[in-house]
């Protein structure tokens, strides 16, 4: 007995031992972030902290990687358009198995489009898609299936457009369009981007709870052995305790802010970290409506807004504010996006500014209002100063970030500064979303030229990338440098820090891919462990 | 004693319907549309009506407020706008957080507090008695964040005996509850310490001592008995706010409880969530108050018949 009882004790040491060493040998990737708490399902929010946690478990037809280049990823190839625009054919790669076991096939595709714009699913990202035919009468509640979709056998599908749009298949590249298993889904129900998220990506969702998620290997992944056993999203909603856990080696890699990058500038971390440049812009956005509150609204006036852009020092924005974190802006468009030219900086010119005031009937200067949330105070602040120099009077209004969403889609906003990042390197997914007179009300923008407009029309219709970076180029010129429609400011750079051991990793959007490219150097790893 | 308990479970009652009238009210005329935050920038005018009108936003808020009542009554707060959960899943889930947090702490104020009181009111104006009321004046004065984040740096990142952020097991409730504990513990030792020496005055204190009792016995027989009236109402109220306002702490430990998830709550405006937290806090409290107010009784009499006011 005792014997069988000593021979029982070891066998279960031993498989502790080796559960322990397997544990032990396991490659995880530990990502500290916020968390989003918006559920994990791409239809229902557009939040980028969720999007890290989708982008490793759910694959839409095409895909942006990190050089900003669209690739097809469910999708075989890049589509085949009709002539006219409106008809894009796509076949499937075949083979591909959601990581329930069911296989990938046109059907789930048309399922996903549908549940996007049925009225009851309350997707956000429906004005990226609703050019499809039927896809407005769906959202409408008059229809329930898509029109514009045609499944033409298990792999081959297509989409019909209401009007030509060259970007279709590039909002296709955008995780909201991420394809679902229609068993699956329809089963989960309410549960889906909950307690359940099923896709074809290299990673399972294994838990999610307050503290953080849990992927697994896919080891059916289509695409080839991902690189690591198990990725742990790890929240942190505090900055510095974030930074303080990655100094402690509690995370592999992080994002982090301006402010926090200054505060490491000269220790250790700072040579962990590493800059990329988003491709947004950041600008103060100018009312430009004749009224406001029912009085005359200085920045009606071109001249004053131009006044305004002469005035502001950007290189001080950029170096002080932003820790160096930001170039000065030289248009509405950035510089890595389709559209961008190299122009002149703004000039600071503060007697010019003066001058311009005078003319447009301010002399002795005028008052506006800035509604901001309390992150941007920092730059405010400083426009603030800028401002007084030339006799305009900045009065900032600090209100939390519901009222000011609210207040600024109701229009009721003077002037504001917002970043405005586009999710791919197109100028349409930036200024088309913006200042198009159908959105700039939306913004407190109230910006319309119909010269703009059209420019910004026509770079939907053509499917030459030569012709509408003119197009873009025109219409950023006008928009930025004529019209002053809004004051560009800055374009940001993002920063990170990475562990020594962790390769591969670049940013070329707003999502963060840990799922694909990311590796580890073992030899730096296993010294280092 | 039962009229005193059924008067007092009645003004409880009262309490939590007010509060969830006012809340419901106020809430619904804040500035900032949750619809439109859940829609986001690129919804249109429409979009956001219909939604609103699927969601039963476009309703007077009279018949919101009695569906909502109505739902809660028999259990059902309602789902987040954002999270897509229940509210009560949500809370339930915080509150396992909370209350792990809580615990802790208000183990270690009542502990420290009651021990730091006694002996500086043992000690009164001995070295002891000053070195532990300058300890408490800095346990008060020193904001918990700021404790929080050099426990962190000193236990955490310096010495490694704790983890800096994190709820998984025990050691991770380590330094939070001593950075929410800490202005608690010092509170009750401040008013434990001052409520022995106003007891060590009375008559019936000279009388032990004349009787000849050993010391320990006069301390906790006859001065920290009769000195409890005030901790309790000092230890409750802590208890109350340990378990409400740890919000703080939980985020600069990154612990998922209540206080964060209201934060968040509001600054998205999600209402149900919001709503559901109110009355969480506000259930807690009333329980609280409630549990000191029938202590009193059993502790002082003359509470329970009527005659007697908190002060006697």
Known sequence: MKKLLAAMLTAVMLLSVCAFAGAENAKVLRFGQMDAKVGYDPQTNTNSGATTTEDCVVEPLYYWNDQNELIPLLAEDFPTISEDGLVYTIKLREGVKFTDGTDLTTDDVKFTFERMFKPETLAKSTSMYNMILGAKEMLSGEATELAGFEAVDDYTFKFTLVSPFSCFHKNLGIIYSAIFPREACEAAGADWGVKTLIGTGPYILKSSDATGNVLVKNTNYWGGDPHFDEIDIIFYDNNNTKLMAFENGDIDLCDMTSDLFMQYQGTEVEELCHHFSKLGTYFFVTNNSETFRGEKNPLADVRVREAMSLAIDRDLLCEVIQNGLAVPATGMINQFQLGFTAREPYEHNLEKAKALLAEAGYPDGCTITATIRKQDEADTVQIQSDLAQVGIKLNIEIVDAAVWSSERAAGNVQCLLQGWFPLYADADNNIYTFFHSDYSPAKSCFYSNPEFDALMDAARLSTDDAERQKLYEQADEILSRQDYGSIPLYYPYGVFAAQPYVKNFTVGNLIYHVAYDIDYDMDIYNAQK | ?312
């Open chain 2, 1 to 312: 004693m039962v009229n005193f308990l059924v008067r007092r479970v009645l003004q409880a009652l009262g309490v939590i319907l007010a509060i969830s009238l006012i809340t419901f009210f106020i809430l619904n005329i804040v500035p900032g549309d949750p619809v439109q935050i859940m829609l986001g920038d690129l919804a249109t005018p429409e979009t956001v009506a219909q939604v609103r009108a699927q969601m039963g936003l476009d309703k007077p808020v009279w018949l919101q407020y009695l569906n909502w009542a109505g739902n809660m009554l028999r259990g059902d707060f309602g789902s987040s706008y954002f999270q897509h959960r229940p509210v009560m899943e949500l809370l339930l889930v915080s509150f396992g957080y909370t209350i792990r947090l809580a615990s802790f702490s208000y183990l270690l104020a009542v502990t420290i507090g009651l021990a730091f009181g006694i002996l500086a009111a043992v000690f009164h104006n001995k070295w002891v008695d000053k070195v532990l009321m300058v300890l408490a004046v800095g346990g008060i004065s020193a904001p918990n964040f700021w404790v929080a984040i050099i426990l962190q740096i000193v236990f955490g990142l310096t010495l490694k005996w704790f983890p800096i952020s994190g709820a998984k097991d025990f050691s991770y409730y380590v330094l939070p509850a001593i950075a929410l504990g800490t202005r608690y513990a010092a509170s009750i030792a401040r008013i434990t310490r001052n409520s022995m020496l106003e007891v060590s005055k009375q008559d019936y204190m000279r009388t032990a001592e004349a009787k000849g009792l050993r010391d320990w016995l006069i301390v906790m027989r006859h001065a920290f008995r009769n000195a409890l009236i005030p901790v309790i109402t000092v230890a409750g109220t802590d208890l109350g706010n340990i378990l409400t306002g740890s919000m703080l702490i939980e985020s600069v430990f990154q612990i998922s409880g209540i206080g964060k998830l209201m934060v968040d709550a509001i600054g998205q405006r999600d209402l149900p969530l919001v709503q559901g937290g109110v009355m969480y806090i506000a259930f807690i409290c009333v329980v609280i108050y409630l549990i000191v107010d029938i202590l009193y009784a059993v502790v002082d009499p003359r509470i329970r018949l009527g005659g007697g006011t908190r002060s006697e």
